[in-house]
């Protein structure tokens, strides 16, 4: 997992190609401008959703990983808490959903708080748990970018 705020990616230009090109694309685009919706930057390969939503209480949120994809969790407008943890033979909750490339988690996690003008990466070997509210419940704008991995196994996670 890596957390960080979008004006620092000049750190991280020796990353997965595909991974730098989505971090320019958060650092150039005007969100406010989009709607929320599905955005295709290089088709299936690398692709982001923007979405408005409230914040909710930790009880009502999952932990989740992917296999075919690394999650880019960039936040527009607001704050969340998002639970994270590094894959350690945690309680699966959900089979694999292989269609949405999406399996859910039970255990212990830690907490990170994403502000406006941050993002957090997650391999799939980081589960993670976005959208927990901070003190109350509140509107946010936020964008997943999802950049395929190659044709690896990773069916540990």
């Keep these: 997992m890596i957390l960080d ?7 991280f230009s020796d990353m997965n190609p595909m991974i730098v090109q989505a971090l320019s ?4 685009t005007d969100f406010q401008q989009l709607k929320p919706g599905r955005y ?3 088709g299936e390969d690398l692709f982001l959703m923007v979405s408005d939503y409230k914040t909710r209480e930790m009880e009502d949120c999952r932990l989740e990983a992917h296999r075919k994809y690394i999650d880019i ?4 407008e607001g704050s969340e808490l998002i639970g994270y943890s590094s894959f350690n033979d945690q309680e699966q909750a959900t089979e694999y959903d292989a269609e949405n490339d999406f399996i859910l988690y039970c255990g212990e996690k830690n907490y990170l708080k994403l502000t406006a003008g941050m993002f957090a990466i997650f391999y799939p ?3 993670h748990m976005p959208g927990i509210m901070i003190n109350k419940p509140a509107e946010v704008r936020k964008v997943v970018v999802k950049v395929r991995l190659p044709q690896i196994d990773y069916s540990l996670v």
């Design 5 to 11: 705020r979008i004006t620092n990616i000049h750190l």
């Design 25 to 28: 694309f958060l650092k150039d």
């Design 40 to 42: 295709e930057i290089a």
């Design 73 to 76: 969790h960039f936040m527009a």
């Design 125 to 127: 070997s980081d589960l």
